[in-house]
Every structure is written in structure tokens, then in C-alpha cells.
């Protein structure tokens, strides 16, 4: 079992920078496929970004290309998320997910772990 835990979220303004954490128990990531997708209100969990075990391979959804960055320390069992230029339109709640049984996936259906979420608020 894996535990996921993020933290980082709050209220930001549109062009400001967040950085999301997410911090595994349990298992080592190492060999996980790790993704943060999100959740706006009334709208579907939609993927954003997703790394590979060792975090050489990574996708980002057409909507954050360019702004967000993930990336992971599989030495602390961390997977972080590095927002920059928010947008009102990237508030969300934000989840850490992964999954043992996959390379990489855009589809977050996929992951078969999840944290709880972190809310991210972004103003106009």
C-alpha cells in the first residue's frame, strides 16, 4: 500500500507561482508512474501532468505546457508540481496519484493510488 499526502495548495493571484507537494509513505515511489491531475468544480478529473518512475519521461496536458513542471526526489519519496503564470482557469483541487502497474498515463483512471487533494484557488 502507499500512502499519498499533498500540501502546497491555497489562494493565489492570476500570474503568480505555487509549488505542490506530494509525499508518499509506505512504498517506494521509485518505481511508480506519478501524476497530479485535477478536479474544477463541476467538471471531471482531467490529467495535467504525469512522470515515470524515474522521472525521465514526462506529459503535460496542452493547457499547462510551458507553466508546469513536475518532477520528483525519488531519494525523499516526493513528487512536486511546479505551477508558474497561474491562471483563474487552473483553480482546481489538485490530487497526487500513482500507480505501480504502468509507465506513464494520461488518463487518470489509470492510478490506483490517490491522495487526499489540495485546493488551488487562483484570483483574477
Known amino acids: 500500500q502507499v500512502q499519498l499526502q499533498e500540501s502546497g495548495g491555497g489562494l493565489v493571484q492570476a500570474g503568480d507561482s505555487l509549488r505542490l507537494s506530494c509525499a508518499a509513505s509506505g512504498r517506494i515511489l521509485s ?59 487552473d483553480t482546481a483541487v489538485y490530487y497526487c496519484a500513482g500507480s505501480s502497474g504502468i509507465v506513464t498515463t494520461r488518463n487518470p483512471a489509470d492510478y490506483n493510488y490517490w491522495g487526499q487533494g489540495t485546493q488551488v484557488t487562483v484570483s483574477s
Open 31 to 89: 518505481t511508480y508512474a506519478m501524476g497530479w491531475p485535477r478536479q474544477a468544480p463541476g467538471k471531471d478529473r482531467n490529467f495535467v501532468a504525469t512522470t515515470t518512475g524515474s522521472g525521465r519521461s514526462t506529459l503535460y496536458a496542452d493547457s499547462v505546457m510551458g507553466r508546469f513542471t513536475i518532477s520528483r526526489d525519488n531519494a525523499k519519496n516526493i513528487v512536486y508540481l511546479q505551477m508558474n503564470s497561474l491562471k483563474p482557469e
